[in-house]
């Protein structure tokens, strides 16, 4: 029994013996294949690490091959950085492996990152490598690893103490908080993008303004710019930073034509002297937060044409205050979560009365329900008013708070409502454009009598105005 055994084991090593001696081939026919021959590392911000970038390196022949030497071409100067399945070209070792060994049918994985220099330019700047694989047979196969460096300002927990005007002419990433101080105003001027690291935010304790323009906005997003899918950009994610928060000691802000997206909260007012305006926005988007996208504690605020859209918890939340909204589109279509919060919420407590004015806005969404008050202090400071408005809510007979008021009946599937009044609501990609398709019950049906100045495109409001923040796309 122990001789059978001992030859068993002789034979299978004969056998192994012989599959290494003519399992390796040296025709230069047999290559690698890679399940990519380029690593784009997409638009990235100088001297910050990339998130890491895989592919495969595949052998599809009849035999192993061996690469003599896996170099990263450039070495240092590039500033990417390769791991070849499990082994770091480190500079110790030149940038390079040797005797990288791949059988027939089998595969290895490649890891990339890249941390860039800064450039010294204004407009990102191509930053490229090649990884090349040498096999025994001496054919040299490339892949190439390459990204878009973009030097940016760098703010970690800056205290603004006095006035200051931060411009577009470089972006600027903020780590921490970018606080403004009671005695300070921050302007961000037309053409100003702040991109905020993971929890990063705005506390302003003093005053805000964003000065944007029509075509020339000021936006606050976050700070990743690659993707996380093929089809889906971190950009279009939520909860990538932590919005704007508006402290006791804060009045006079104001902030016009300023796309703000993907934030935790996106707004948030606490509470304050209702005889002094906390906060004005005109032509405003808060779009896609993980949280609220704007709330509203005890303070005096007014929004004009402004997109509240796509929040896990409320689109706008109001506990108590005064508040006036013209020309609004309050839109809940969150895509992460099918337990969203409502699209308005308003209510009042015994020690914060409530006033709301809400005219020729639309507040619709998937649910059935999404416009909820309630009070817990008197009937009569639970003063709300809508006019010339759409709200998908069962329907109130209410002439003196609902006037002119029509209510969306989710029932009727043959009617224009819910997600049919715009342009674009794509679960799938994150897409989403509030403009009104020309089907919109909202054309034309505003009241005339609360006009402004300008819609969302810059276009005056002489004609009966549509409802909502956005006039219909002409065809």
């Known amino acids: 029994m122990r001789f059978l055994l001992l030859l068993c084991v002789m034979a ?6 012989c599959e290494d001696d003519e399992s390796f081939s040296v025709s230069q026919s047999d290559r690698l294949w890679f399940t990519s021959d380029t690593v784009k590392m997409d638009t990235l911000f100088s001297a910050v690490p990339s998130t890491t970038k895989s592919f495969w390196v595949h052998n599809p022949n009849k035999k192993g091959l061996r690469c003599t030497s896996v170099r990263l071409e450039r070495g240092n100067q590039s500033g990417f950085r390769v791991n070849v399945d499990g082994v770091y ?47 025994e047979s001496g054919i040299q196969q490339k892949v190439n690893l390459n990204a878009w460096s973009w030097d940016a300002l760098k703010y970690t927990d800056v205290h603004i103490s006095k006035d200051t005007t931060l411009t577009g002419e470089k972006p600027i990433i903020v780590y921490g908080k970018l606080t403004v101080e009671p005695t300070a105003t921050l302007t961000l001027a037309a053409g100003t993008t702040l991109y905020f690291h993971h929890e990063g935010g705005i506390d302003v304790y003093g005053r805000l303004l964003c000065k944007g323009e029509q075509g020339n906005e000021v936006i606050l997003r976050g700070d990743r710019l690659d993707w996380m899918f093929d089809y889906l950009p971190y950009d279009l994610m939520s909860g990538l930073w932590s919005g704007i928060r508006f402290h006791e000691s804060s009045y006079d802000n104001v902030m016009e034509f300023t796309d703000l997206h993907s934030p935790f909260d996106g707004i948030v007012c606490d509470s304050a002297n209702l005889n002094k305006q906390k906060l004005t926005l005109n032509n405003m988007t808060v779009h896609n937060c993980q949280g609220t996208g704007l709330r509203v504690v005890n303070s005096k605020l007014t ?23 013209n020309h609004c589109t309050l839109a809940q279509f969150y895509p992460f979560d099918s337990n969203r919060g409502p699209a308005l919420k308003f209510c009042s407590t015994e020690t914060m009365p409530l006033r709301l004015s809400c005219v020729n806005s639309i507040v619709t969404g998937f649910a059935e329900d999404l416009v909820m008050g309630s009070t817990e202090g008197k009937e009569e400071d639970f003063d709300y ?25 989710v029932e009727d599937t043959a009617s224009v409502q819910g997600d049919k009044h715009f342009m674009l609501v794509s679960h799938d990609t994150q897409h989403y454009d509030f403009r009104l398709s020309e089907k919109s019950t909202a054309i034309d049906k505003g009241n005339k009598s609360y006009p402004v100045s300008n819609d969302r495109e810059g276009n005056l409001r002489d004609e009966l105005p549509d409802i909502g923040c956005f006039e219909r796309v002409k065809q």
């Open 12 to 17: 299978l090593l004969a056998v192994t013996g």
């Open 89 to 135: 070209l480190s500079k110790d070792a030149g940038y390079k492996i040797g005797d990288v060994e791949i059988r027939k049918g089998d595969s290895l994985r490649v890891f990339v990152e890249l941390t860039s220099s800064t450039n010294g330019m204004d407009v990102p700047k191509l930053v490229e490598d090649n990884l090349t694989f040498i096999l």
């Open 303 to 325: 929004a004009v044409n402004c997109q509240f859209t796509n929040t896990l918890k409320g689109c706008v939340d109001i506990e108590g205050g005064s508040v006036d909204m």
């Open 385 to 409: 008013h809508f006019e010339s408005c759409i709200l998908r809510t069962p329907k109130v007979e209410d002439p003196e708070r609902m006037i002119d008021v029509a209510f969306e009946d």
